[in-house]
Each structure stands twice: as C-alpha cells, then as structure tokens.
C-alpha cells in the first residue's frame, strides 16, 4: 500500500529557510513522479515543483524558482523541497503527492488530479 509521510514545516521569517520531506513507502521512486502543491487559505491548490524520477526530470514553477528547489533520494525514498528565501505568500499548506508512470511519460505532471496519492500536507506559515 503507497502512504506518503510528511515532515517539516512550521513557522519562518521572511527571508528564511525551511526544508519539507515526503517520504514514500509501498514502493520505489522509481517508475513515479512526486510532486509538491500548496494551498494558501482560501486558494485553490498551486503546483510548486515536481520530479519524474525515472526520467529525471525536474519542474518548479516560475513563482518559486530560484528559491525552492526538488530533490529525492533513492536510498532513502524520500523526495525534499528546499525552500529559500520564503516571503509571505509562501504561507500555505504543503502537500507531496506521487503518481505512478511506469517510465511511460517524460513529463513532470503539474495538475492536481494527475496525482493519485497523497501526503496529510503540512503548515507554513511565514511571518515576522
């Protein structure tokens, strides 16, 4: 069974650092894409980066890139997002989320419903 295990978080400054992690189990990286969203209160979900694993392809999007940065690690299943420099319209809950392409598809999906698992999602919030 896929669960996806979120840590990290929390409260930071603006201008700060904070590190999430989604650790992956029931499977391997391999042959999936893992994906962070957030959603600001209110707000519809926004896609923030992502990784086809297999492919090796990365994703951020223009509103992070830059500061944010995806990253995995096979020994340890587990996919990170280094975030930097954070401002107030960071706050929001973070999600991963991982989807299964069997090495089919080169691409990075980017859409919530193109994820079919996902994390409990975790608080950021930033602020002075």
């Known amino acids: 069974q896929v669960h996806l295990q979120q840590s990290g978080g929390g409260l930071v400054q603006p201008g700060g650092s904070l590190r999430l992690s989604c650790t992956f189990s029931?499977?391997?990286?391999?042959?999936?894409?893992i994906g962070w969203f957030r959603q600001a209160p209110g707000k519809e979900y926004e896609f923030v980066a992502g990784?086809?694993?297999?492919?090796?392809?990365?994703v951020h999007d223009d509103s992070v890139l830059g500061r944010f940065t995806i990253s995995g690690s096979n020994i340890e299943n587990t996919v990170y997002l280094e975030m930097k420099i954070v401002n107030l319209g960071d706050t929001g809950v973070y999600y991963c989320a991982a989807e299964e392409t069997g090495g089919a598809t080169l691409r990075v999906p980017t859409r919530q419903y193109e994820y079919t698992y996902w994390g409990q999602g975790t608080q950021v919030t930033v602020s002075a």
């Open positions: 990784i086809n694993w297999s492919a090796g392809r990365i």
């Open positions: 029931g499977r391997t990286l391999d042959g999936h894409a």
